[in-house]
């Protein structure tokens, strides 16, 4: 009967096969045993999922979906992401954390209590909410993406911890001056870069010779967060930095020399993880714990006290809102201190009420 669907024998197969049908499409699947009896509650169950679809009161996964993998939904995110330009290293280290750990389970079957459990692995394991957080989104985007292009029905929850961890490094001068010295040299024009601009790692690791001018650096929106190009003047130590890249572009390989495409490389090739090297010159500059992010803060900073519109900063840095700019512009206890002495210094001249006092209209 067609309502109940049927079970059946199939050529060349051990298991019983079993049909049944949903909005007039016939699905067919192995029941995955040879015992009829077996097989008959098998076909029962997926009639009553089918059931349960009819009456609005749950979606029916179907075979398909059952069959379908974390890895397999996190190989579409990549490819999302690679088509628009967004596969940093990052991005794709956070991917092979998650494929190790749920790569070979069936997306239908991650629970949010599993989820749970992995997140308070990783906060025991001292990582912090914001650390958690990153490596957990990309879960959380595969889920959607497979939902968008329905593939799927449902995701589990994926929480979002709370971070009260904001940063607040910065460099002063001096500090960053002796960290530049000691580290590898092709990361030397890289960190002086970031620390005269104030731009991200990322932005920067993509520059490339056919984005310099004459007069500017250029860098296309895919790289920004904002989505909007940005571009620097080639001035003051600028001028300097991609006078000496000029110089370094040219690299020998075993075929002959050949020029470099990025303005910032590595033997030719692109910078990559720079964080072993940065732990290390940090260290032995005796700022353990600095981070490259740091570098955004440290300018933002820098163009304040050198009375830098605020606007200009702004576009230096590539930040469409003041709100987001100001998270970058750190005060440190001395300008508070420094604030307090002048409102002190205004208060011990503040004209007395009698001096202050409007004379009285003539009549």
């Given at each position: 009967m067609r309502g109940n669907g049927r079970i059946f024998a199939r050529k060349n197969s051990s298991h019983l096969w079993?049909?049944?049908?949903?909005?007039?499409?016939?699905?067919?699947?192995?029941?995955?045993?040879?015992?009829?009896?077996?097989?008959?509650?098998?076909?029962?169950?997926?009639?009553?999922?089918?059931?349960?679809?009819?009456?609005?009161?749950?979606?029916?996964?179907?075979?398909?979906?059952?069959?379908?993998?974390?890895?397999?939904?996190?190989?579409?995110?990549?490819?999302?992401?690679e088509l628009r330009g967004k596969a940093t290293q990052q991005f794709c280290?956070?991917?092979?954390?998650?494929?190790?750990?749920?790569?070979?389970?069936?997306?239908t079957q991650l629970s949010s209590e599993t989820v749970d459990l992995y997140v308070k692995e990783q906060l025991d394991n001292g990582y912090k909410p914001a650390t958690v957080n990153r490596r957990m989104q990309p879960l959380k985007q595969a889920y959607a993406l497979a939902i968008e292009r329905k593939h799927l029905h449902s995701a589990p929850s994926i929480?979002?911890?709370?971070?009260?961890?904001?940063?607040?490094?910065?460099?002063?001068?001096?500090?960053?001056?002796?960290?530049?010295?000691?580290?590898?040299?092709?990361?030397?024009?890289?960190?002086?870069?970031?620390?005269?601009?104030?731009?991200?790692?990322?932005?920067?690791?993509?520059?490339r010779w056919e984005q310099v001018s004459q007069e500017v650096i250029f860098l296309p929106a895919k790289y920004w967060k904002n989505r909007k190009?940005?571009?620097?003047?080639?001035?003051?130590?600028?001028a300097d930095i991609v006078a000496r890249r000029r110089a370094a572009r040219a690299v020998t390989t075993k075929d002959g020399v050949t020029l470099s495409e990025f303005l910032f490389h590595r033997d030719g090739k692109p910078i990559g993880d720079i964080r072993k090297a940065w732990k290390t010159a940090c260290e032995l500059a005796g700022i353990p714990g600095r981070l490259f992010h740091d570098l955004c803060r440290t300018f933002a900073r820098n163009a304040d006290r050198a009375g830098v519109k605020r606007s200009v900063a702004m576009e230096c840095r590539g930040r469409k809102t003041e709100s987001i700019y100001l998270r970058y512009r750190i005060v440190d206890e001395g300008e508070k201190a420094d604030a307090l002495v002048q409102v002190q210094e205004y208060l011990r001249n503040e004209p007395s009420e009698r001096d202050r006092a409007v004379p009285s209209r003539v009549q």
């Open positions: 079993c049909a049944y049908y949903l909005r007039n499409k016939e699905y067919r699947e192995s029941t995955k045993t040879s015992d009829p009896k077996k097989a008959a509650r098998f076909l029962k169950r997926r009639t009553e999922e089918v059931g349960a679809d009819k009456i609005g009161a749950r979606p029916f996964a179907g075979p398909r979906q059952e069959r379908l993998t974390i890895d397999e939904l996190l190989d579409a995110l990549r490819n999302d992401y280290s956070h991917l092979k954390r998650l494929r190790a750990h749920f790569g070979a389970m069936r997306a929480r979002h911890l709370s971070e009260d961890n904001v940063r607040q490094g910065y460099f002063e001068g001096g500090e960053f001056r002796r960290l530049v010295s000691l580290l590898p040299e092709y990361l030397q024009d890289f960190a002086l870069y970031a620390y005269c601009t104030g731009w991200c790692k990322n932005g920067i690791a993509n520059l190009p940005q571009t620097i003047p080639i001035a003051g130590e600028i």
